[in-house]
């Protein structure tokens, strides 16, 4: 059976949910975008926080929407229009990883049966965004099982007329450097990024790309079959998107850390239209990953 008790941390609620029999503890954070950052199986950690970083800055396993990754100088266009996002990447200008991950989510049910628990939350945009003048509502369940943990994502345009959107979620994975040579996916195209983190082009590439760890990674790939797989301390992780077409991978240096992304597009989508989508009134827009381990 699942235990689920409210903690106040620093100022701040998390939402923790152990099975002692399962070996399982997951950290959840309903004011920071429903965020889940920490989990650990049979005590060892699978996703944390890295060291000495603050959320804030490195948005530890952010749901991003209604965009992911960059918009380039936090301005884009749509039907005619030009919006002016917020730039909170202040070192480039640019706007970054969407509107939601520093909301604060509403949870409104937990249940569990058998082995499973399950979290459902949601969130309600008020349309008074900073360049981002829609309305929407994000639904988002946590389903945690024996040997897997899977993310439910729902988005609902609520207002009168269309919207862009991209979506992800920025998980960082405990990965020590055999771990980090082990990470295998099929790629189709990789994105040519810029210095400062924005896509030009998408590439052709082999199949199955040769990582250097020993440089520091930041790059995003268009994945063949949206499966991405590693092993770890005697566990085999598999990552299964639906929806999520990219992965973005970005080591931390100095650290045992790998953020493995499940997006839906590279950076500046709203710009270059790569994987860009497009929400009409009333649409319901659904999609998951899943991350298992044996």
Not at 81 to 106: C, D, P, R
Not at 219 to 236: A, E, H, P, R, Y
Not at 257 to 285: D, K, M
């Amino acid at each position: 059976m699942y235990k689920l008790e409210e903690v106040n941390s620093e100022g701040q609620k998390l939402l923790r949910l152990i099975n002692p029999v399962l070996g399982i503890e997951a950290l959840i954070y309903p004011d920071a975008g429903a965020s889940l950052q920490y989990l650990s199986v049979a005590g060892k950690e699978v996703i944390g926080l890295p060291d000495l970083w603050a959320y804030d800055s490195c948005y530890a396993s952010a749901l991003l929407f209604p965009f992911a990754n960059r918009i380039e100088n936090a301005t884009y266009s749509y039907n005619g229009e030009t919006y002016h996002l917020t730039a909170n990447e202040g070192e480039t200008g640019h706007a970054i990883h969407g509107l939601v991950a520093k909301s604060v989510f509403t949870m409104e049910k937990f249940e569990q049966k058998d082995n499973e628990a399950r979290l459902e939350f949601s969130y309600t945009s008020s349309g008074k965004d900073l360049g981002f003048p829609f309305l929407f509502e994000f639904k988002l369940v946590y389903l945690l099982g024996p040997s897997y943990v899977k993310i439910e994502l729902q988005f609902l345009n609520t207002g009168h007329q269309s919207f862009p959107f991209t979506f992800g979620w920025h998980p960082y994975f405990r990965l020590d450097a055999t771990s980090k040579n082990t990470i295998r996916f099929s790629g189709v195209s990789k994105a040519l990024i810029d210095e400062s983190g924005i896509t030009r082009s998408m590439v052709l590439q082999d199949s199955n790309p040769v990582l250097d760890w020993t440089k520091n990674i930041d790059d995003c790939f268009l994945l063949n079959d949206s499966i991405v797989q590693w092993d770890s301390k005697g566990s085999n992780y598999n990552l299964e998107m639906d929806g999520m077409d990219y992965i973005q991978l970005f080591s931390v240096p100095g650290q045992d850390y790998v953020a493995i992304e499940p997006v839906s597009a590279p950076s500046n989508s709203f710009n270059n239209e790569i994987g860009l989508q497009h929400l009409e009134p009333e649409r319901i827009f659904t999609s998951f990953c899943k991350l298992s381990w044996t």
